[in-house]
């Protein structure tokens, strides 16, 4: 069983619209929660973090979490084409220097 | 720097040979870690260093892969012997060190094993 797991897609999404993203995790001890997005071919770069249950706002990204659920997702406002990429959801420990564990990851497609 | 660089950006190499891979992570982080990463899955851990020692390398696959961070500064991966299934993206990340800290990514290095 995959301890992160997240729909791999694709999301296709209309410009503008709100694209929502989910991920649910296996470990009840994790305690931080992160959002890459990848481009094609390039590395994971950070987005969002989040530590506490409910939600995190960052400009157009909400992050909320879900503790008794297991359950974090990623809401992007008023998409547009250039966050069409892969969103990778990351789940660690509560031990300094816990390393990530990742889900596959949802492609995201946003349509002009 | 800025960031975390890595180097090679892309290596080729024969099933057999032995290959270096380097990673300089952001001045100051004390955390650094290696990742790999296969096409359509998500990076999986392979090794964390705090300072000089490797603190965890649960993830390494099997005695082939080695690494090292002489000066608790930058760090080399060696894999000896390579196999095609070594194909993959290296990663790279640091992270300043406290608990639940950010990590933040390299470049990445693209190891081919023909």
């Known amino acids: 069983q995959k301890e992160v797991e997240q729909n791999s897609g694709p999301l296709s999404v209309p410009e503008g619209a709100i694209a929502s993203l989910n991920c649910t995790y296996s470990?009840?001890?994790?305690?931080?929660f992160f959002w890459y997005r990848q481009y094609s071919g390039k590395s994971p770069e950070l987005i969002m973090f989040?530590?506490?249950?409910g939600d995190k706002e960052d400009g157009r990204f909400t992050a909320q979490l879900n503790k008794a659920s297991q359950y974090v997702s990623l809401l992007i406002r008023d998409s547009q084409p250039s966050d069409s990429a892969t969103y990778l959801c990351a789940v660690q420990g509560d031990r300094a220097g816990n390393m990530l564990t990742f889900g596959g990851g949802t492609r995201l497609m946003v349509k002009p | 720097g800025a960031g975390v660089s890595q180097t090679p950006s892309n290596k080729v190499t024969e099933k057999g040979k032995y290959v270096e891979l380097r990673c300089d992570p952001i001045?100051?982080?004390?955390?650094l870690y290696w990742y790999r990463q296969s096409l359509g899955q998500g990076p999986e851990f392979l090794i964390y260093f705090q300072g000089t020692g490797a603190a965890d390398d649960s993830g390494l696959p099997n005695d082939r892969f080695f690494a090292v961070r002489p000066e608790g500064s930058v760090s080399t991966l060696k894999i000896q012997r390579t196999e095609r299934g070594d194909s993959a993206m290296y990663l790279c990340?640091?992270?300043?060190?406290?608990?639940?800290?950010?990590?933040?990514f390299g470049p990445g290095t693209r190891l081919t094993v023909t």
């Open positions: 001045s100051g982080h004390t955390a």
């Open positions: 470990d009840r001890g994790s305690q931080s």
């Open positions: 989040i530590y506490s249950n």
């Open positions: 990340a640091s992270s300043p060190g406290l608990a639940g800290g950010s990590q933040y």
